[in-house]
């Protein structure tokens, strides 16, 4: 029994023994566990903080490649302005050089025009005079038909019916419209003797300008003429002027080579032909007293203009 108990405080004593080890193991384990969950909290906040920073790294690569991808943006558009401009310096070489082309063919041909100046002068002054020639000419023209066309007033007045006859200047030409009842017995082209008295009288005034040509018109109404001497009104017309052209010459001595017969028909009518009177003023023979066509041309012949 003494054995025993002696084991049993034995056993207790190193069950103390042990569980005071155990507790003093425990607490170093403690300790150490702490100490571990220390590191590991310390080592969480340099993580947290390690990424904080690899978050900002990462925004700051982000705005670094927008500015990459603005800067190589505005690059290529520099590029293309430089390539314009040196497209602009290439054609600017260009037009400097046609230019200066341009200024050596200037200078030939102010050359040419400093050689050609008192040559044009020259020609400037002559188509003044020429103009001046013109202007004296026409001057002269409507004062030759003025005194023309109040000799033929003066003259024909008297014993004849104004509304049988009517003269006026018309630009270059004196007209003498007489109506066909005092020329012409009624629908034929034969001259009655009242219109001998008539055409006397301006046989005289014509005679009197040998350098005027006469042309004689014959007009009718629209009312149509057919018989076995007249196949209408274009044929009365002719007949008509012819008639009194051939008085002109046989009867009162005027120039045939100054006489012109012509017939205008029922056309280039001065009224209304729906009415009597209408119809009565359009049966007319116009007499036209003009200069010669070569006065005309040797007017507009410069070669002809005093030097």
Known sequence: MKFNFLAFLLMIGLAVSSTSCAKKALAALQSELDNANADLSKRDKDLKEYIDKLSLCNQNLKELE??????????NIRNEQISDLKEQVADARKLRDKQLMQVGDLTVLSQTANANIGETLQQLERKDKYINLLQAAKTKA?????????????????????RDVD??????????NLSDK????????????RAGEVLQKIATIIQSRPEFEVMVEGYTDN???????MEDNWDLSVKRSTSVVRALQKNY??????????GRGEYNALADNSTVDGRATNRR???????????FYDLLN????PK
């Open 66 to 75: 927008g500015k990459l991808k603005t800067a190589q943006n505005q690059e």
């Open 142 to 162: 409507d004062s030759i038909n003025l005194a023309l066309a109040v000799n033929l007033k003066s003259v024909l007045k008297d014993g004849i019916d104004d």
């Open 167 to 176: 003269i006026k200047v018309d630009k270059t030409v004196v007209l003498i």
């Open 182 to 193: 005092m020329l012409y017995t009624s629908g034929s082209a034969t001259i009655t003797p």
């Open 223 to 229: 009312q149509p003429i057919r018989n076995s001497c």
């Open 253 to 262: 001595g005027v120039d045939p080579n100054r006489l012109i017969a012509a």
């Open 285 to 295: 023979t116009r007499i036209i007293i003009m200069p010669k066509l070569d006065q």
């Open 302 to 305: 410069p070669t002809k203009v």
